[in-house]
C-alpha cells in the first residue's frame, strides 16, 4: 500500500489518522467517559463500565471505542419478553397466524426394522473360500509374523499366492456392466 506524502493534500488520509488519534485518545484516558461509571483497569490503561448499559453486566458489544454505534438499543432479558408476548396474546376468538413452531409432530409407531440378511447357506462355496482367503491371508501374514516368525518361505508364498488368487476371483466376479439407469442410490 502506497502512502501518501506528508505535504499533499489527501483528506481521507487526515480524516483516519485523526479518527486513529481519537481512539488512542479514548483508550489511554484515565477519566470516564461522561455519563458513565467507569473505571481504569490497573497497569492496562482500558476503562471497563463496572455496570454495562442497563445495569447489566458489560458485554463485548458493549465495546465502541469509536462511538460510531449511538446509543445501543437495550435489549430485553427473558422474563421481560415473556411478559411482553403474554402480554400480546390474542383473545380465545382471534385467529393467529401460524408460526414456524406451530404444527404437532406427527409420532410414527413403526420403528425401523431393517430386513433380514440373506442365509450364507445359500452361497456359492467358492465365492466364501475367495471371501475368506481375501480376509484370512493378511490375517495368516499377520499371526504368522506375530508367532511364527521361523515360518518357512513356501508357507508365506503360500499364503501370498491363497489371498491374491481370492481376491482376483472376487474381482472378476464383479459385474462387467453398469445399468445406464441406476444411479446408485438404495431406498
Same mark, same amino acid.
Given at each position: 500500500m502506497n502512502r501518501p506524502d506528508s505535504g499533499s493534500q489527501d483528506h481521507g488520509a487526515n @480524516?483516519?489518522?485523526?479518527?486513529?488519534l481519537d481512539l488512542v485518545a479514548r483508550l489511554e484516558s484515565d477519566a470516564p467517559a461522561a455519563g458513565t461509571?467507569?473505571?481504569?483497569?490497573?497497569?492496562?490503561? +482500558?476503562?471497563?463500565?463496572?455496570?454495562?448499559s442497563g445495569g447489566r453486566p458489560p458485554a463485548f458489544r458493549d465495546f465502541d471505542p469509536l462511538g460510531l454505534a449511538?446509543?445501543?438499543p437495550a435489549e430485553l432479558s427473558a422474563a421481560e419478553r415473556q411478559a411482553s408476548a403474554g402480554a400480546a396474546a390474542p383473545e380465545a376468538g382471534q385467529d393467529v397466524p401460524a408460526g414456524p413452531r406451530d404444527y404437532e409432530v406427527d409420532l410414527d409407531d413403526g420403528a425401523f426394522v431393517p430386513e433380514e440378511p440373506p442365509s450364507l447357506a445359500g452361497?456359492? $462355496?467358492?465365492?466364501?473360500l475367495a471371501w475368506l482367503a481375501a480376509v484370512?491371508? $493378511? &490375517?495368516?501374514? +499377520? +499371526?504368522?509374523?506375530?508367532?511364527w516368525r521361523s515360518a $518357512?518361505? +513356501?508357507?508365506?508364498?503360500?499364503?501370498?499366492? &491363497?489371498?491374491? !488368487?481370492?481376491? &482376483?476371483?472376487?474381482?472378476?466376479? !464383479? $459385474? @462387467?456392466?453398469?445399468d445406464e439407469n441406476d444411479d446408485g442410490a438404495r431406498v
Open positions: @480524516q483516519d489518522d485523526a479518527v486513529w461509571a467507569a473505571d481504569t483497569r490497573p497497569g492496562t490503561g +482500558l476503562r471497563h463500565d463496572a455496570t454495562g449511538g446509543a445501543a452361497t456359492d $462355496p467358492l465365492t466364501m484370512g491371508g $493378511p &490375517v495368516a501374514l +499377520l +499371526l504368522s509374523v506375530m508367532f $518357512p518361505l +513356501l508357507a508365506i508364498v503360500g499364503i501370498v499366492a &491363497v489371498f491374491v !488368487l481370492g481376491t &482376483v476371483f472376487l474381482i472378476m466376479k !464383479l $459385474p @462387467q456392466e453398469k
